[in-house]
């Protein structure tokens, strides 16, 4: 099984932290090309919030329950 690598908050832009985006190749996303990841719980300084990240189809695969799961992001080049 691949472990699920999933970008830190930084670094990302506000069209990938609000789902707009690709969380993984920064690519716009519509509707019909996103995946929903299942949500998250964050806290940035004293604020929690939910945050729904999206990627496109490419990046993911049916995990447990059908739920979309991350796929390991290539290792970067030597
Ligand atoms: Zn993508």
């Known amino acids: 099984m691949n472990r699920t690598t ?3 908050l930084r670094g ?3 069209a ?3 789902g707009f ?3 993984r190749c920064a ?3 519509a509707d ?3 995946v929903d990841l299942p949500r998250e719980r964050l806290r940035l300084a004293d604020h929690r919030f939910w945050w729904c990240p999206r990627v496109c189809r490419d990046h993911v695969e049916a995990g ?3 739920a979309a799961t ?3 992001a290539p290792a970067p080049g030597p």
């Open 6 to 8: 999933r970008p830190r």
């Open 12 to 14: 990302l832009s506000e």
């Open 16 to 18: 990938q932290i609000r």
């Open 21 to 23: 985006a690709c969380l």
């Open 27 to 29: 690519r716009p996303l």
């Open 32 to 34: 019909d090309t996103a």
């Open 64 to 66: 447990p329950a059908g």
């Open 70 to 72: 991350l796929v390991e």
